[in-house]
């Protein structure tokens, strides 16, 4: 029997992966990242998650955090990360081994150093399955043989057989999808999977990873900067700033009627077919420093929009069905009801009040 | 693979007479000259001039050097070729063929104990970066690091030898003896002074590879995986950190014979070091020329050898 | 410390937006970062205060001791204690301990710094050539080096030592210095190749400045940064060269004060004063340990990229 064709097993009622108020941080030299700063989301059986934002915005060490693979001097400080309603922080290192690569996979964005360069590439596909099930040497490498062949790479006994520098990047990033799907994980998360790949190849590895979607029904957590990536493949869209998520709702809704600015602002520097435009926006200014966060808003310093309520944390509210935003903006775009200018006591008032449980 | 070996070897060629000339040029262009230790007011002139023709001193420096060079790399099994020495007459490949077992039981034992400590050491320093146990290593690496050999083969000496009288002071066998247990009892002090500096610099070098390698992509893909602490480190970085050792193991197959010459002179150890070094002070040419044309010829095999070894550890490089 | 606006690049182009993010992140000169780099190491902080230290005991204690370092006296280690004016006592035929100790320190700190002075100089000069000129220059200057390379060095350095004349501190230098140089040619040879591919040294040609100007004004200064590293770590080496050259009869010779001598001494009063060897290894380790931690600075400063873990 091919896995592949596995029929999967009844699926539990609620989300597949559920994260509640995830606390990241790096204890640095120079002080405290606040890498990931009360992230929530979840993700349903056989979604696919977009998780959008500029680099450096947290989005890679929440899918670490997943994973459990955060390292010194980073540490899972808070929240709950449910998988099938098991919650991931609080499992054992033992168990949480039994969970990477088996339940949830990941491949990554650099596929030419992702893969260990001293071992074939059918030996790293065989390892990943031998680890999770008892299975001989022949059956693993089998396996490979199988897989490589499921992500489209010809020949693939030969393939097998080779090291990763005798493949070309493309080529690599679908040995790497093959070594993660080899398990038949319900999880899949990519982090930036077609970056550092020439365009026809990315439009390939993207064909190959929907394919694999609808065959082995499983979800993807799919981190990426690229807003054209997120429309063609998800149905469910993130977008974080600064370690925390600003903007939350199913594709379209983002697409048709963005709410953040920072969403806004990401939607209006995309070149658009059959649209003439002088020049493409942009948002002006930078990230802010990790060290050195402002208070209050985050993105108040980059924000056309910004009013001096924003010196007080706006609040995740919702703008619409199922669709939230951290911003002080009312849903159709106006000042707050507060006003533009309230005390701080009035602020914090109307940012417990508007505040969704998240 | 053979015809990589055989290009080296070509190439090696001109670096083999770049290093004979070099030698040579050194050796016999320098002021003063090795019959000048027999001058004296009662040795006659004709006895010098008869003793400089027997040298072949009194021919044109070119023929000199043509004729040592044939003689030395065309016939090297003939006990002769490597000429006689001016101190005692003897043939030079056989006096430096009989020091090469105390050499290599000194050098070899090192070595081996280097590799045995350093890698684990440096292995367990980088997966426990941070730790008390890290830092301590990495203070105890530093000092080893900087004691030189001479100083800290006194110190043992002292130590060992005269405070505690636990080893013998110098020399590879107590008078009359050559069993096993002797020789390694001799052996412990030298080969413990040769062993704590280069484990220090092994270590230091092992744990920074290991620590580059477990920065890597691909040991997060691994741990991404499910594997566990022991595979990962054994297998996925380990054998990767493994890769630049094996250069180091290169540079130090040349050492093996002439490395170790003031361990030696500490030890009065009657190895190939100790006799090259007597060799400059007597201006012994002929063993002076012979030893470091062997330095010279070890230090290129060693390369080669590290170059070939590169290729099986290594799956990117192909000859 | 300088703290200058930092203007983000997307401001300047925001349509209808003001300059009105100002970034409070201090901009710094490339001399100003690699100064906060060093110091921010702290192993070569502490290290560049004990060089001084040493150097300034090496050059101060010699000028108030006078020629107490070679003096003889009746003054013995077994029965003249350990004083203010001698520390580390007298040895068997009277000298002051300390003072020589002091004299030795100063030879080798002379030795190191005079040689690797020299070995910069021909290295960079080599690896220049080598590196502009190319082709068959290139070739055979680089063959130079590998059989340089495979010669054993330090029988080399005693080669030339013992040949040229023991003793001779100018000997010693130039010994050390001409079969040190290898390294820095390599390091030099290779950043020029870098450098010559390098858009300021074309923009320089295309300005028709000649070879040796662009060598000279352009490529030097830019190929100097390992140059540097590698002549600090190459003190320690040259110091402890000379001391090992003594130790073996081959350096310096008493009366004049080494490291090195100082051990050999030392060496025949085992039994009696077992501190004697102490004195001057201990010094040895300080000076190695203090040039390798301020090359590992400068290297961590210069050149991030590079950082090794410590």
Request: aromatic share 10%; glycine share 8%; hydrophobic share 50%.
């Given at each position: 029997m091919s896995f592949a064709e596995s029929v999967s097993p009844p699926q539990p009622s609620g989300p597949l992966l559920d994260v509640k108020g995830l606390k990241t941080h790096f204890f640095t030299e120079d002080g405290v990242v606040k890498a990931v700063d009360g992230v929530s989301f979840s993700i349903g059986h056989g979604q696919t998650l977009g998780v959008v934002g500029e680099s450096g915005c947290g989005k890679s060490i929440t899918a670490?955090?997943?994973?459990?693979?955060?390292?010194?001097?980073?540490?899972?400080?808070?929240?709950?990360?449910?998988?099938?309603?098991?919650?991931?922080?609080?499992?054992?290192?033992?168990?949480?081994?039994?969970?990477?690569?088996?339940?949830?996979?990941?491949?990554?964005?650099?596929?030419?150093?992702?893969?260990?360069?001293?071992?074939?590439?059918g030996d790293q596909i065989a390892e990943a399955v031998a680890v999770h099930g008892a299975v001989s040497k022949k059956e693993g490498w089998k396996r490979a043989i199988d897989m490589l062949q499921q992500v489209g790479i010809p020949d693939p006994k030969r393939r097998a057989a080779q090291y990763p520098h005798e493949l070309s990047g493309g080529m690599r990033q679908r040995v790497m999808i093959a070594m993660a799907l080899s398990t038949n994980p319900e999880l899949l998360i990519a982090d930036e999977p077609t970056t550092a790949l020439d365009v026809t190849i990315q439009a390939q590895i993207l064909e190959l990873m929907k394919t694999l979607r609808e065959r082995n029904q499983m979800a993807i957590m799919l981190i990426t900067h690229d807003l054209g990536v997120v429309a063609e493949m998800a149905d469910d869209v993130v977008v974080m700033y600064a370690g925390k998520v600003v903007e939350k709702s199913d594709v379209a809704t983002i697409y048709e009627t963005p709410h953040h600015p920072y969403t806004r602002g990401l939607l209006a520097s995309l070149p658009r077919l059959g649209e003439k435009r002088e020049r493409l926006e942009v948002i002006r200014?930078?990230?802010?420093?990790?060290?050195?966060?402002?208070?209050?808003?985050?993105?108040?310093?980059?924000?056309?929009?910004?009013?001096?309520?924003?010196?007080?944390?706006?609040?995740?509210?919702?703008?619409?069905?199922?669709?939230?935003?951290?911003?002080?903006?009312?849903?159709?775009?106006e000042p707050p009801a507060v006003g533009s200018s309230p005390t701080a006591e009035q602020a914090e008032a109307a940012a417990v009040a508007l505040s969704v449980a998240s | 693979m053979a015809t990589y070996i055989l290009r080296r070897v070509i190439q090696a060629i001109p670096i083999v007479v770049?290093?004979?000339?070099?030698?040579?040029?050194?050796?016999?262009?320098?002021?003063?000259?090795?019959?000048?230790?027999?001058?004296?007011?009662?040795?006659?002139?004709?006895?010098?001039?008869?003793?400089?023709?027997?040298?072949?001193?009194?021919?044109?420096?070119?023929?000199?050097?043509?004729?040592?060079?044939?003689?030395?790399?065309?016939?090297?099994?003939?006990?002769?070729?490597?000429?006689?020495?001016?101190?005692?007459?003897?043939?030079?490949?056989?006096?430096?063929?009989?020091?090469?077992?105390?050499?290599?039981?000194?050098?070899?034992?090192?070595?081996?104990?280097?590799?045995?400590?350093?890698?684990?050491?440096?292995?367990?320093?980088?997966?426990?970066q941070y730790s008390w146990w890290d830092k301590i290593i990495t203070i105890l690496e530093t000092i080893g690091y900087a004691m030189p050999t001479f100083w800290l083969g006194l110190i043992l000496k002292q130590l060992f030898s005269i405070q505690f009288n636990m080893f013998p002071l110098f020399g590879m066998h107590t008078i009359g003896k050559t069993d096993l247990p002797d020789l390694l009892w001799h052996l412990a002090l030298p080969v413990a002074t040769l062993t704590v500096v280069s484990t220090a610099g092994w270590s230091r070098y092992m744990r920074a590879s290991m620590l580059e390698v477990l920065r890597a992509d691909f040991i997060r893909t691994a741990k991404s995986k499910g594997l566990g602490a022991r595979q990962v480190i054994f297998k996925h970085a380990l054998r990767n950190a493994l890769i630049p050792i094996v250069t180091l193991l290169g540079l130090t197959i040349p050492t093996l014979l002439s490395g170790a010459a003031i361990t030696e002179a500490v030890f009065s150890w009657p190895g190939l070091g100790g006799l090259g070094v007597d060799a400059v002070r007597d201006r012994d040419y002929p063993v002076v020329l012979a030893t470091v044309m062997i330095g010279g010829v070890f230090v290129i095999i060693g390369n080669l050898l590290a170059d070939i070894a590169y290729g099986y550890v290594d799956p990117r490089i192909k000859y | 410390m300088r703290i200058a606006a930092k203007l983000p690049t997307g401001a300047l182009e925001a349509p209808g937006g003001g300059i009105d993010e100002v970034d409070l992140t201090p901009v710094r000169t490339y001399w100003q970062l690699v100064r906060t780099r060093f110091l921010h190491h702290r192993l070569a902080a502490t290290a560049v205060v004990l060089m001084v230290v040493l150097v300034f005991a090496s050059i101060f204690f010699p000028i108030i001791g006078g020629d107490a370092w070679y003096r003889t006296s009746l003054k013995f280690?077994?029965?003249?204690?350990?004083?203010?004016?001698?520390?580390?006592?007298?040895?068997?035929?009277?000298?002051?301990?300390?003072?020589?100790?002091?004299?030795?320190?100063?030879?080798?700190?002379?030795?190191?710094?005079?040689?690797?002075?020299?070995?910069?100089?021909?290295?960079?000069?080599?690896?220049?050539?080598?590196?502009?000129?190319?082709?068959?220059?290139?070739?055979?200057?680089?063959?130079?080096?590998?059989?340089?390379?495979?010669?054993?060095?330090?029988?080399?350095?005693?080669?030339?030592?013992?040949?040229?004349?023991?003793?001779?501190?100018?000997?010693?230098?130039?010994?050390?210095?001409?079969?040190?140089?290898?390294?820095?040619?390599?390091?030099?040879?290779?950043?020029?190749?870098?450098?010559?591919?390098?858009?300021?040294?074309?923009?320089?040609?295309?300005?028709?400045?000649?070879?040796?100007?662009?060598?000279?004004?352009?490529?030097?200064?830019?190929?100097?940064?390992?140059?540097?590293?590698?002549?600090?770590?190459?003190?320690?080496?040259?110091?402890?060269?000379?001391?090992?050259?003594?130790?073996?009869?081959?350096?310096?010779?008493?009366?004049?004060?080494?490291?090195?001598?100082?051990?050999?001494?030392?060496?025949?009063?085992?039994?009696?004063?077992?501190?004697?060897?102490?004195?001057?290894?201990?010094?040895?380790?300080?000076?190695?340990?203090?040039?390798?931690?301020?090359?590992?600075?400068?290297?961590d400063a210069l050149d991030p990229r590079q950082r090794v873990e410590n």
């Open positions: 670490m955090s997943v994973m459990r693979l955060i390292e010194r001097p980073g540490k899972i400080l808070e929240g709950e990360i449910r998988l099938d309603g098991r919650d991931l922080v609080k499992l054992t290192d033992e168990q949480i081994r039994d969970v990477r690569g088996n339940s949830i996979s990941m491949i990554f964005q650099e596929p030419m150093t992702s893969l260990n360069p001293v071992f074939t590439c200014g930078v990230v802010p420093n990790p060290l050195n966060l402002p208070s209050g808003c985050l993105f108040k310093r980059r924000c056309p929009y910004a009013m001096p309520i924003c010196d007080t944390a706006p609040p995740l509210q919702d703008v619409g069905r199922g669709h939230v935003s951290r911003c002080w903006l009312t849903p159709t775009g | 770049g290093i004979s000339v070099l030698t040579f040029l050194i050796v016999y262009l320098t002021p003063g000259s090795p019959v000048d230790r027999f001058r004296s007011p009662r040795v006659s002139a004709e006895a010098i001039a008869a003793l400089i023709r027997s040298y072949g001193l009194d021919q044109p420096l070119p023929i000199q050097f043509f004729k040592w060079f044939t003689k030395f790399w065309s016939f090297p099994w003939d006990p002769n070729a490597w000429g006689f020495s001016f101190v005692d007459g003897k043939p030079v490949r056989d006096t430096i063929i009989a020091r090469i077992p105390a050499t290599l039981e000194l050098t070899g034992m090192a070595l081996l104990l280097t590799v045995v400590l350093a890698i684990p050491i440096g292995v367990l320093q980088a997966v426990k | 280690g077994e029965h003249d204690p350990v004083s203010l004016i001698a520390p580390m006592g007298y040895d068997n035929i009277g000298i002051n301990i300390f003072y020589r100790l002091m004299k030795a320190l100063q030879t080798s700190l002379i030795i190191g710094g005079v040689a690797v002075l020299i070995i910069s100089i021909i290295g960079t000069a080599v690896g220049a050539v080598a590196g502009y000129v190319g082709g068959a220059v290139d070739n055979f200057l680089m063959r130079v080096v590998d059989v340089v390379l495979s010669l054993p060095t330090f029988f080399l350095v005693i080669m030339f030592v013992a040949f040229l004349g023991s003793g001779n501190v100018f000997v010693i230098i130039f010994a050390i210095g001409l079969t040190g140089w290898t390294t820095a040619a390599r390091l030099v040879r290779a950043e020029f190749l870098r450098l010559r591919e390098a858009e300021f040294v074309q923009a320089a040609k295309a300005l028709g400045a000649s070879d040796r100007r662009i060598a000279i004004r352009h490529m030097i200064p830019g190929a100097m940064a390992p140059v540097v590293v590698a002549a600090t770590l190459g003190i320690a080496d040259a110091v402890v060269t000379e001391a090992a050259l003594s130790f073996l009869g081959f350096g310096l010779l008493p009366p004049e004060a080494s490291l090195g001598n100082m051990l050999t001494h030392a060496q025949d009063y085992f039994y009696r004063q077992p501190l004697w060897i102490y004195y001057p290894g201990i010094t040895l380790i300080l000076v190695v340990i203090a040039a390798s931690f301020i090359g590992d600075g400068v290297r």
